[in-house]
């Protein structure tokens, strides 16, 4: 495999390992896909892990402003499904530090450890394995800006739009393979439902 792998080759090992699946599925909000995305179902084997985090990393260093700042870069994970993704890419960029939020119940915002605190101005790339409707990313974005640190670009191994992705304006989007799923916002309006498909209830 290549040093960046090419979209095939990416979507190849995330079939190979079962993290990508063909379909009837349903997602907690009631949308219904044709395809389901586990990406750590992926990431469990290291080859691939590393393959696909010093890919990322690659792509983040095509950017001169966050490449100027990569001694001092944070690397930031809105949920643990990124970590080995933060971390494999913080070692291939040799960035400064990894550090990621977590929601200790449904409904309550997300935080970090305790004593975890921002340095003003710090420099930060979020990291996760997917962008899907973005709601975390988006949060995560939030609370760091509020804390002083500067969010520079966004980098996840697969970009799965859905009608309600969250739109990150103007803030560098990096992605291995985008994946288009087919997405129905309910039972009623599902082709898969009409022609009677088994369905899967999936939980995030
Ligand atoms: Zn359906």
């Known amino acids: ?36 995305l586990q990406v750590p179902l992926a990431m469990r ?21 966050i490449r100027a700042m990569i001694p001092q870069l944070s690397i930031v994970a809105p949920a643990t499904g990124g970590l080995p993704v933060a971390y494999g890419v913080c070692e291939a960029l ?4 990894v550090y990621w939020a977590e929601r200790h119940d449904d409904g309550l915002p997300l935080r970090f450890r305790q004593f975890m605190e921002q340095t003003p101005g710090e420099s930060v790339v979020l990291v996760d394995d997917i962008l ?3 709601s975390k990313l988006n949060e995560m974005r939030t609370l760091l800006e509020s804390r002083g640190a500067t969010v520079m670009g966004l980098a996840v191994v697969i970009y799965q739009p859905i009608p309600q992705t969250k739109d990150f304006g103007a803030l560098p989007l990096f992605y291995l393979a ?4 087919s997405y129905y916002t309910d039972a009623a309006s599902c082709d898969l439902c009409k022609r009677g498909v088994p369905l899967e209830r999936v939980w995030m």
């Open 132 to 134: 899907r409707s973005g």
């Open 94 to 97: 040799r960035a400064h530090q």
């Open 1 to 36: 495999m290549h040093l960046l792998p090419t979209e095939d080759e990416v979507v190849r090992v995330l079939r190979e390992t079962g993290a990508l699946r063909d379909g009837h599925f349903e997602y907690p909000s009631g949308l219904h896909s044709n395809e389901y």
């Open 178 to 181: 985008k994946l288009e799923a």
């Open 45 to 65: 084997y290291y080859q691939h892990a590393r393959t696909l985090s010093v890919g990322l990393s690659r792509l983040l260093r095509t950017n001169s402003e």
